[in-house]
């Protein structure tokens, strides 16, 4: 049978008293059996389909592919997309300074990171980190020409002293919690503010006068939480004296000793050029020679001061040594202070 044959007869016989009414197992083999006589298949009643495992395992792929795995890939992608698209986002603040629109979400990344620190010590080393980039941005602010530069430096500025204020708090707190812990941490938190120290005087020549007083601030934040780590470092050599704390403090000395003998060097050699200057005038200011008597005295009388130092920490006696070249520090950044006053009044006297 064609078919159109086929069609043909299934149109004539849609009415048929076998299509309709009782469809009981009897009445459907009675039906079927008679649709086969007349297209010429064979007649059969029917039987109960059973299925193999193969078409179980069929089935279930099915089901897994179409309707749990494709949902799936579905919501996958777009979760991908999204945390790409936040990543990307992240990155690309990065290199942000205070005032841009991805600046925020710097910081907020930074703050998760403090979040899901668990110890102190991570905490301290992150903040140390961010302290960092507050000067990388203060360095790349003070290196454009951007509006508001100002309100920028103070802003990135003001981060600074937070991120070095945390780092104190930190350090603090892993001293009294675990004091062996603290004095690696110590060291290397006076590490960064020793690079800390250095960029900021990279930036402050470029800084306008009214941001000077910020920077002056940043500069003794940094100065402060080095004392502080030194401290803890002295403190834990003094109760468990180790090899890696001594060394510490051998370079921390020396660097400090250098520090100072090339600051006393350099405020000599500007002390005899502003002799010079004034030798050439008729007339003086009189006050000119009494400041420049003051500065050399604190520049100069340091001779006896060093050397007590020098032997206070040959001997062991590494807080005491410290504490000598700090009244030294004091002295000389006095001496300089009355030396820039003095090339600025005769600068703007001439």
């Known amino acids: 049978m064609t078919t159109r044959e086929l069609e043909k007869f299934l149109r004539s016989h849609k ?14 083999d009675l039906v079927w059996n008679k649709i086969s006589a007349k297209i010429g298949m064979e007649s059969s009643e029917r039987r109960p389909v059973s299925l193999t495992a193969k078409d179980y395992v069929d089935y279930f792929s099915w089901q897994m592919s179409n309707v749990w795995l494709k949902p799936l890939s579905v919501g996958f992608s777009a979760v991908m997309l999204i945390f790409g698209s936040w990543v990307a986002t992240v990155n690309a603040s990065f290199d942000s300074v205070p005032g841009d629109v991805l600046y925020p979400v710097k910081l907020a990344t930074e703050h998760a990171q403090i979040t899901l620190s668990t110890s102190g010590e991570q905490r301290a080393k992150l903040h140390a980190e961010f302290a960092g980039r507050r000067l990388d941005e203060l360095n790349a602010i003070t290196s454009s020409n951007a ?4 309100e920028k430096v103070k802003a990135a500025v003001d981060g600074f002293k937070l991120e070095i204020a945390s780092v ?3 350090l603090m707190n892993v001293q009294n919690s675990d004091p062996g812990q603290a004095a690696a ?6 590490q960064k503010t020793d690079e800390f120290q250095a960029t900021i005087a990279q930036s402050e020549p ?11 601030g940043a500069v003794a934040a940094a100065q402060d939480s080095g004392a502080q780590a030194l401290n803890t470092i002295v403190t834990s050599n003094e109760t468990n004296e180790q090899p890696v704390t001594t060394e510490s403090l051998q370079k921390s000395f020396q660097a400090k000793l250098k520090d100072l003998n090339t600051r006393i060097a350099l405020s000599i050699g500007r002390l005899a050029v502003i002799d010079g200057v004034l030798a050439k005038r008729t007339t003086v200011d009189p006050t000119f020679a009494d400041r420049i008597k003051d500065a050399k005295s604190d520049a100069n009388a340091h001779e006896d001061e060093i050397q007590k130092a020098m032997e206070a920490f040959a001997s062991g006696g590494f807080r005491k040594s410290f504490d000598l070249l700090a009244e030294i520090d004091t002295d000389v950044t006095h001496s300089e202070d009355i030396i820039t006053e003095l090339e600025i009044d005769i600068t703007t006297g001439a």
């Open 15 to 28: 009415n048929a008293p076998e299509f309709g009414g009782d469809y009981s197992d009897e009445r459907m």
């Open 147 to 150: 509006d508001g530069m100002d």
């Open 185 to 190: 941490l110590a060291i290397v938190v006076g």
């Open 168 to 170: 104190n708090d930190e």
């Open 206 to 216: 470029q800084v306008s006068d009214a941001n000077k007083g910020d920077v002056a």
